[in-house]
């Protein structure tokens, strides 16, 4: 889908703002509900979202959804995430014990969401793809762990203080959200995305053009895609499943999927094996 990467860029502003993200670098401070309507409201779009809540104090990246692309964070947003982070010891402890300690926290870990969540406090199993210690000056232990979507990283300090004698998170900032990362070159804070816009309102689109980064090729990177013969497309967008003579290329083996006519992102489907039918439709672009 690369060959349609210009296409998707260069949609009319109007629509490329309704349809696509932002790689945001949330501030220390503001909740993510506040930077995420502080976006529409910029824009005067009837719709934002962010996903990946980080907490008032965590800074970092935090991918906004703009106007119909809202209705995909469900299919972005369960990846995934690194932090970087500095961690309080409450005893001297050295490198080598503190390792130790870690290695009891990796893989499949049961947490407990902390009391202040707004999620329903039950045991939940996440991942902890990585933890590993950068620094250490004192008792500030410099941190960088990747974790599964829904980790609770100052919760998982709490965890391993308990084994060594009392720790505690003094700074955190979200490096990667899925596929949303730090280093790329779409990567932004609220004071460039007020001047693109700035920029945009007097005539000029190319920043703004720059940082928005278009739904369909999002969507690309996280789930494979079919392509349909045009003359299935309105029946489609109607709500009629996907069928075996409706596509114009070769079915695909995947629980769900893209459905694609050139570079027009027709709908999600959940894959299925119902006689000629092979897809139901999750999300239809309507």
Not at 255 to 275: M, N, R, S
């Amino acid at each position: 889908m690369e060959k349609y990467h210009k296409i998707w860029k260069s949609k009319p502003i109007k629509e490329l703002l309704n349809f696509s993200f932002i790689n945001l670098d949330k501030p220390s401070g503001p909740t993510s509900f506040q930077v995420s309507d502080y976006v529409r409201n910029l824009f005067g779009l009837n719709k934002t979202s962010h996903f990946g809540t980080l907490d008032p104090k965590v800074s970092g990246v935090l991918p906004i959804a703009m106007g119909r692309a809202c209705r995909l964070n469900d299919y972005l947003m369960h990846k995934n995430k690194t932090y970087v982070g500095i961690m309080k010891l409450h005893e001297n402890l050295d490198q080598v014990k503190l390792k130790e300690v870690i290695k009891d926290f990796m893989g499949k870990i049961n947490q407990m969401p902390p009391v202040k969540s707004k999620v329903r406090r039950a045991i939940r199993e996440r991942e902890i793809v990585s933890f590993d210690i950068i620094e250490i000056e004192d008792k500030d232990v410099l941190f960088k762990t990747e974790v599964q979507a829904g980790t609770y990283i100052r919760k998982l300090i709490h965890d391993i203080g308990e084994k060594i004698g009392g720790a505690h998170m003094l700074e955190l900032r979200r490096t990667r959200a899925g596929f949303f990362d730090e280093g790329n070159s779409d990567f932004l804070n609220l004071y460039d995305l007020e001047k693109a816009f700035d920029e945009y309102k007097s005539g000029d689109e190319k920043k703004l053009r720059k940082i928005l980064i278009p739904a369909e090729e999002s969507i690309l990177k996280v789930m494979p895609a079919i392509q349909v013969k045009e003359e299935a497309v309105k029946k489609l967008l109607m709500g009629k499943p996907l069928m075996k003579d409706d596509l114009s290329s070769e079915i695909i083996d995947a629980k769900i999927f893209a459905v694609f006519c050139e570079d027009k992102l027709i709908e999600i489907c959940k894959g299925v094996e119902e006689g000629d039918i092979v897809g139901r439709a999750l999300f239809v672009l309507n």
